[in-house]
Antibody, heavy 116, light 106 residues
Framework: EVQLVESGGGLIQPGGSLRLSCAAS????????MSWVRQAPGKGLEWVSV???????YYADSVEGRFSISRDISENTLYLQMNSLRVEDTAVFYC??????????WGQGTLVTVSS | EIVMTQSPATLSVSPGDRATLSCRAS??????LAWYQQKPGQAPRLLIY???TRATGIPARFSGSGSGTEFTLTISSLQSEDFAVYYC????????FGQGTKVEIK
């Protein structure tokens, strides 16, 4: 059974930094495309970042230069380093496992609240 | 950016009735279109990929159709557990979602 478990969310002041983690079991992070997707309160879904199996990384324009996606192969864990956080980054962040361009596996999400 | 537009925003349906949800892409996405279901407090769940292929474990009452720019998700006979928000997503060029259709009990 595939499980993706996010952690690291919380309340942070504008301008602060936070690192999210996504621990995977039953699914190899390094062999698949892995993405972060966010959902602002009461809003829809927004793709944030992806790391390909070959290590290439890409970001949505809204987070380019502020967020960084990475993975730890030995821990089978995905990360999202978020710097210079803004109020508008407040959202539930999900990690998602790509199974063919689309996302067949999702974590339960972790809430990031950016507020003073 | 490919903009995905879903209609209607809210669909009021009685249990046992058919529900038809629409999704339009601002440019052609071939059949690189997925549908997700999301219930309150839960992560999205993959229903359909490739515009018309049901994901593992998805009941046959869910069906998808379309190609290019126009897509449809049909739920043939709504069950109580089907009341939720549904999102379409294109994965032809990066990934973008529609704004969602909420299926509520009439």
């Amino acid at each position: 059974e595939v499980q993706l478990v996010e952690s690291g969310g919380g309340l942070i002041q504008p301008g602060g930094s936070l690192r999210l983690s996504c621990a995977a079991s039953g699914f190899t992070v390094s062999s698949n495309y892995m993405s972060w997707v966010r959902q602002a309160p009461g809003k829809g879904l927004e793709w944030v970042s992806v790391i390909y199996s070959d290590g290439r990384t890409y970001y949505a324009d809204s987070v380019e230069g502020r967020f960084s996606i990475s993975r730890d192969i030995s821990e089978n864990t995905l990360y999202l380093q978020m710097n210079s956080l803004r109020v508008e980054d407040t959202a539930v962040f999900y990690c998602a496992g790509d199974v063919g361009g689309y996302w067949g596996y999702w974590g339960q999400g972790t809430l990031v609240t950016v507020s003073s | 950016e490919i903009v995905m537009t879903q209609s209607p925003a809210t669909l009021s349906v009685s249990p046992g009735d058919r529900a038809t949800l629409s999704c339009r892409a601002s440019q052609g996405v071939s059949n690189n279109l997925a549908w997700y279901q999301q219930k309150p407090g839960q992560a999205p769940r993959l229903l359909i990929y490739g515009a018309s292929t049901r994901a593992t474990g998805i009941p046959a009452r869910f069906s998808g159709s379309g190609s290019g720019t126009e897509f449809t998700l049909t739920i043939s006979s709504l069950q109580s557990e089907d009341f939720a928000v549904y999102y379409c997503q294109q994965y032809n060029y990066w990934w973008t979602f529609g704004q969602g259709t909420k299926v509520e009990i009439k």
